[in-house]
């Protein structure tokens, strides 16, 4: 008895099912007196199903895919004037750095190659070996260069090497040699307050403007901006510079600048104008992408983490652990007592882990950035109608005045 009203409880919401289902094909398939009309609505109502269950995976496929939409805003509002670092292209003074011998002997060797790389390419040029310069040249790797470009960077990189034990303070410029003029705003500017200086490992000292955000950008254009005169002194330049002007770079007071690798070259003897537009770029996280605001451990610098910053951390890092000893073109991780790596005990190591080419992929991009979009112009500078240029008066140098500077916007 049990058994039987059981068996009819589930038999008949079943057969009434076609009659009370809010689909359309169900019914139809049960109110169908013909068998072949049954089956043609049962295939239509199964074809419908089925795409119906199509859909709906694609639908949460899709949602898996945590697809994202880039949402552009314009705003017009007061914002902080960037922050603009200017760096000489000439890290250090010659006269000051050829003083060194570690130094003197890079360059002497440096010269040597660079002269025999180009001589071996002319049979008939003679050039007498120098066994000391031969030695050095061994030591240093540049035996197997034939390229002076490949040398010239192997050189450079080299450098901060050798540099590192000695006290650069006289080698490196000072402010007030290297602005010869600036004004924020059409107003002076106050060259104590206003600039602040730090010694760039590749770049010897670079100047920073405005890096705690005290002036506001007021209005557009290149007079309301900043302007400054730069100059550099091409008697100064080391063997392995040889490109003549001025590094700038514009960034977000938050980031952490690296003018050896970002940034734009001004050249001497012109007037460069640089127009700026800056985005605000947010990334999602996980799951929408890959991005990080979190600093690993080790991390080098201070302010924001940049994708930069953490490759530099991590060579460091490497360093460290390989070579027990640190890069000095990067600072040295905080606690560490490794020494600097010095030339020859360390070289081998050295070399090798800068010429690593595969590299780690763990640095993410940052998940908050701002981005100044540059547009470099520039034009002969000065232009011929001037008398004065910055602070110089005539018959102060050997070369006149208007052969010594640079200015830019
Ligand atoms: C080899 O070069 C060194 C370093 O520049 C120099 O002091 C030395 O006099 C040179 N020797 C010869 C034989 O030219
Ligand atoms: C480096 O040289 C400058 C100027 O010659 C001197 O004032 C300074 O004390 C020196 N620094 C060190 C660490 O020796
Ligand atoms: C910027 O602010 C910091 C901390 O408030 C201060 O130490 C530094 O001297 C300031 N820099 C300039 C250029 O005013
Ligand atoms: C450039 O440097 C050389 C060598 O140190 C010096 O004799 C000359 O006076 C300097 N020129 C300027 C314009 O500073
Ligand atoms: C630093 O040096 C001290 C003593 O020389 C040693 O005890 C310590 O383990 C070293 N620390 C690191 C991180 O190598
Ligand atoms: C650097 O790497 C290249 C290619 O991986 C290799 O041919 C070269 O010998 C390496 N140089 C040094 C100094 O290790």
């Known amino acids: 008895m049990g058994q039987l009203s059981r068996t009819n409880a589930i038999k008949q919401p079943l057969s009434s099912f076609p009659e009370w289902t809010s689909t359309h094909g169900i019914p139809q398939v049960g109110r169908s007196r013909k068998l072949y009309c049954m089956g043609f609505w049962a295939i239509i109502t199964l074809i419908a199903a089925a795409l119906l269950i199509w859909q709906t995976v694609l639908l949460i496929l899709q949602y898996y895919h945590y697809d994202v939409s880039v949402q552009i805003e314009l705003k017009f509002e007061q914002r902080a004037f960037p922050a603009v670092t200017v760096c000489n292209l000439n890290p250090y003074r010659k006269s000051v750095v050829y003083n060194f011998p570690k130094v003197k002997r890079l360059m002497d060797t440096y010269e040597y190659t660079m002269k025999s790389i180009s001589c071996g390419a002319d049979p008939t040029c003679y050039m007498a070996t120098n066994a000391t310069l031969e030695q050095y ?78 002036h506001m950008a007021q209005r557009a254009g290149p007079i309301y901006g900043l302007r400054v005169v730069l100059k550099t002194n091409i008697s100064e330049f080391l063997a392995t510079s040889d490109a003549a002007g001025m590094r700038v770079i514009v960034y977000d007071q938050g980031e952490k600048p690296f003018p050896d690798i970002f940034g734009y070259n001004v050249q001497t003897g012109s007037s460069s104008s640089i127009g700026v537009t800056f985005v605000d770029m947010s990334r999602l996280a996980e799951p929408y992408g890959q991005c990080t605001d979190d600093k690993p451990d080790n991390y080098l610098y201070d302010l924001a983490y940049s994708t930069e910053g953490c490759q530099r951390s991590i060579y460091q890092q490497e360093m460290i652990d390989n070579c027990n000893c640190y890069d000095p073109s990067y600072p040295i991780p905080a606690g560490s007592n490794a020494t600097v790596c010095v030339i020859p005990d360390d070289f081998a190591c050295w070399a090798r882990l800068t010429n690593l080419s595969s590299s780690d992929n763990s640095c993410t991009q940052p998940c908050n950035e701002g981005v100044y979009e540059v547009t470099v112009s520039s034009a002969k500078w000065p232009s011929g109608s001037v008398t004065q240029v910055g602070n110089c008066i005539e018959g102060e140098y050997d070369e006149s005045c208007l052969t010594v500077f640079k200015v830019f916007f």
């Open 137 to 214: 040249r061994t030591m240093y790797g540049f035996q197997g260069i034939y390229d002076t470009a490949a040398l010239q960077t192997r050189a450079k990189n080299i450098l901060g090497l050798e540099i590192a034990g000695y006290n650069i303070t006289d080698a490196v410029d000072k402010i007030g040699d290297f602005i010869q003029g600036c004004s924020f705003n059409t107003q002076d500017c106050d060259m104590t307050n206003d600039w602040e200086t730090y010694i760039d490992p590749k770049m010897g000292s670079c100047f920073a403007f405005n890096t705690n955000a005290t």
